[in-house]
């Protein structure tokens, strides 16, 4: 993406990519009018939207800005009647075509990371649930949003067993019960507000990931 320094260089010095600017340029200086015409503002408009803001870049050589408050002056205007009068069609200034491609390849890159996060999510949640007895169900927490990864900002999801379970040790067990997230205690006030439906999305719960491969159902505790 452009910095806002090069915007302001490339439309104080305009990098065309057609032959016919300058000649262009010079006859709209000559024959502007000093004033806006209201009557022609309307047919401004629709020139531009019937050409489109890429052929108002080619023509004016930087990034069109638009029509109003901040947009393009009374000479830009009458430069692009003129082009559209002689139905020039020229390519994208180069800068233009560089600032896309870099964009388009900070897009590609990030989605890449996403798509790696999200593989290692399936990867932790696959390893976690191996051999796991207990049936388990994946929910999201309605409340909030996961702060461990740097790349997916979706609701964390919790595993959630359908019937009670326990960890730990025979002497110091940990309950699991049936409907809560493993990472709640089961005494919790609040418990999680979780959603009702369950998703094939993996956990990304660090704690529920956790417990996973530690739990065993509820019967196994002794007595």
């Known amino acids: 993406m452009p910095t806002l320094g090069e915007l302001d260089q490339i439309r104080r010095t305009p990098q065309p990519a057609y032959p016919q600017y300058t000649a262009l340029r010079a006859e709209a200086e000559r024959t502007c009018p000093r004033f806006v015409d ?6 401004t408009a629709a020139m531009v939207g019937r050409r489109g803001s890429d052929w108002c870049t080619a023509v004016l050589g930087y990034p ?8 393009i002056s009374v000479l830009e205007a009458h430069l692009l009647g003129l082009a559209d009068e002689r139905d020039l069609n020229p390519p994208l200034p180069a800068p233009v075509l560089r600032w896309r491609a870099e964009a388009a390849e900070a897009r590609a890159e990030k989605q890449r990371r996403i798509d790696a ?24 927490n309605v409340a909030g949003r996961r702060t461990n990864s740097p790349y997916l900002a979706d609701p964390l999801r919790h595993a959630v067993p359908t019937t009670d379970a326990h960890s730990g040790t025979v002497r110091r067990p940990r309950q699991h019960l049936a409907g809560q997230a493993l990472c ?11 959603a009702a439906q369950p998703t094939d999305q993996p956990v990304t719960c660090v704690r529920c990931l956790a417990y996973t491969p530690m739990i065993r159902l509820a019967k196994g505790v002794a007595g």
């Open 38 to 43: 209201p009557a022609g503002l309307p047919r």
């Open 64 to 71: 069109f800005p638009g029509l109003g408050r901040g947009g």
């Open 117 to 140: 996060a999200r593989d290692r999510d399936r990867q932790a949640w696959q390893t976690a649930l191996s051999g796991c007895p207990v049936p388990l169900q994946v929910r999201a």
């Open 184 to 194: 709640e205690t089961a005494g919790r006030a609040r418990p999680l507000n979780l």
